[in-house]
Structures are given as C-alpha cells and as structure tokens.
C-alpha cells in the first residue's frame, strides 16, 4: 500500500479519556513515521469538558469536525457531576447519542477475545473462557434508546421502534462478517415477547439464505446472558439491537478480563468512529493508572478500516507483546504495575522499530532491558 493521508477528528473527552487517548496517539505516530502515512489530527471537545465550556456536549465545531473527518477517535465521555444529578437537563451523554445519530453510525462493532496470558484476570474459570474469541454487531441508532420518550402525571414511557430498513443494514455487516470467521451468526432478541423482535427474527431469516455457510441460531436474551457466563465460545457473531447489545456486551468485557482491553468502532455509511469500551472512570484522572490498550486496539481498528492491515496487525502484535510481557497498569499487575504513559509507550516502540528488531535490539528507557 503506498502512503495515505487521513484526517482524524480526535475527541478526547472526560476523565481518563485524555491520557488514553495521548497513548493511543503515540502508536498512531509511531505507524506514521514507520510506513509514512500522514495523519492530520483536529482535536475536539465532547461530553462533560463541552458542556462546561460551551454548555453543550457536542459543540457545533466538533460535529462539523466529525463530519468532515476520515475517522474519528473518542476517548471516553461522563462525569459524575452529571451521573449523580437526576435533574440535570444537559448531560454528556446526550452528545454522544447525537453524534451517533447525526452520523448515521447504526452500527457498533465489539470484538472480544480471550487473552491466554490474562485469563487468571477473569472471575470466570477458565476452562470455560479459554479460546473464546466473539464479535459483536449491536444496532446504534434505533430501539428504545431513541424512540419517543415522556412523563405523565404518576408514570413514564419509553418507546422502543424498529424498521425493516434498519434491521437490513446491520444484519447484512454481521453476515459478511461472520463468513470471514467461523460461520456462525447468533441473533439474540427476545421474540417470545417483543414485537420489535419478532421483525428482527423475521429480517434474519429473509437474509440467511444469502450467506449459505453461515449457519444462524437464536437466542432469547435473557438465556444468552447466562450462555455467555456457561460457554462464552459457543459465540461467534453475535448480531442484536440497541439496548440488548448494551447489556450483553459489557457482560462479556469479563471475558477479557478488563474493561480496559477492549475496543470498538462504531460505522455507518460514510462514518466511523472509534473507542474504548470503558468509562471516563473519574477516579483515575491524572494517576497514571489508566489502562490505554483498548484506545490503542481502537486505532487498529482504524486502521483496517483505512485498509492499512499490516499497519493494524503491528498495532495488535505490539498490545500483545506488552501482555506477555506484562508492562501492564496497575489493574492488570499489582505486582510491578507501569503507568500509563510506559504502557504507551512501550507498544509505540514496539511499531516504531517494527517488532522482531525492537524485541532483540530495543533497550527501553522504562526499566524494561530484563524482558527483552
């Protein structure tokens, strides 16, 4: 592949999404200057900082960021002030469900492997979770989470609504997917109950023949939350709407074993987005103790997106090696925990020197030279 130029709206957010987000720009640079891409960043604010600065979350400067961006990185939105506020009219999450919606992103993309080397992390056993490898399509801008809303005198509603059209788009992602992996595409909804699911059992069923090596179950939802804590590698593709996928794949983050490890990207026709899957976690801000590799792993998502594979898979093979390593933060070592900014950059040296050359030749400046 020759050289690229792309353009990256970069939102670092609240909380501890300004440090990962810093890492994660750190193996972004360290691709460019090792295959020569150029990376033009406009960075942006969005969530609780926007609000404080501007009073809305999504300033009219950052969506025209986004929209004018080949991708955008997002680092993690939320605040307490705002989390522990019931009367709050404005909050950051409000901006993300808009940029999601403005950009038409209708699907989010989790991938979920289990890491042999940190299995012990997982409070699952693991004979069950070793070997576990998912991905999951959640439906982004549809359900429940966008239909009509409202108060009345003594209750409140929420709407949950569904076309066909919506249904189409991400099922077809999901298929394609699932002929590159194992072949198995699981949709979870709960069409024993639900009407809106019994018109995604329905879609899916139109589909299928389409992709005749993708053999498809279903699941109600509440016995796929308990398939996923019994036998997580039953899973392949796993495909549901909005608010289902919420659930169901922060309940499988523990397969992982941290909220920290896993990425996602959220895309739609002419977007897409990428992110960690894990909070602003407040608490953390400015210790040094923030996990960045799953921002990091976002970025490799990215860069598949662009195309850039052997870019990406360097990225990967870099997260990896720091695994095996353990140049790990604190949630993931206690023993020897490193900071964030180590973290970083131990995988950045890692694509910058091009791997097999930095783990014979590379002494870092981290107090690593006994690992290599």
Not at 43 to 55: F, H, N, R, S
Request: one cysteine or more; hydrophobic letters at 40%; a negative charge.
């Amino acid at each position: 592949m020759g050289v690229l130029t792309k353009r990256i709206a970069v939102l670092p957010g609240d909380g501890i999404g300004p440090e990962v987000c810093t890492e994660a720009l750190k193996v972004l640079e360290a691709v460019s200057e090792r295959f020569g891409h150029q990376f033009e960043l406009d960075v942006q604010l969005m969530g609780a900082c926007a609000i404080d600065a501007t009073g809305d979350p999504l300033p009219e400067s950052t969506l025209q960021a986004c929209f004018e961006a080949d991708a955008i990185l997002l680092g993690a939105i939320g605040d307490p002030k705002y989390d522990n506020n019931p009367a709050a009219k404005v909050r950051p999450e409000q901006g993300l469900l808009r940029l999601r919606k403005s950009l038409g992103l209708f699907a989010n993309i989790r991938p979920v492997t289990a890491y042999d080397v940190l299995i012990e992390h997982s409070p699952l056993k693991a004979d069950r979770i070793q070997g576990s490898d998912m991905l999951i399509y959640r439906e982004l801008t549809g359900g429940i989470y966008f239909g009509e809303k409202g108060r009345t005198a003594d209750g409140a509603y929420d709407h949950c609504t569904y076309s066909r059209e919506e249904i189409v788009r991400i099922a077809h992602l999901a298929f394609q997917s699932a002929t590159t992996r194992r072949n198995k595409l699981t949709l979870v909804d709960k069409a024993n109950v639900l009407e809106t699911s019994r018109l995604w059992r329905e879609v899916v069923q139109q589909i299928s023949p389409e992709y005749p090596s993708v053999a498809v179950d279903y699941l109600f939802v509440d016995n796929a939350a308990m398939q996923m804590i019994l036998n997580p590698k039953q899973f392949d593709v796993i495909l549901t709407e909005n608010m289902f996928g919420d659930i169901i794949s922060d309940e499988a983050s523990v397969i992982a074993g941290s909220l920290g490890l896993l990425p996602s990207a959220s895309v739609g026709e002419t977007a897409a987005l990428f992110e960690p899957i894990h909070g602003s976690f407040p608490q953390g801000k400015g210790l040094g103790i923030a996990n960045p590799i799953a921002t990091i792993l976002s970025v490799a998502m990215m860069l598949e997106h662009f195309g850039m594979y052997d870019e990406a898979t360097l990225v990967k093979e870099g997260v990896d090696y720091a695994l095996r390593r353990k140049v790990l933060t604190p949630e993931l070592n206690s023993d020897n925990p490193y900071t964030t900014e180590q973290v970083g950059c131990f995988i950045a040296d890692y694509v910058q020197e091009g791997g097999e050359c930095f783990r014979h030749l590379k002494n870092l400046e981290l107090g690593l030279s006994t690992i290599i």
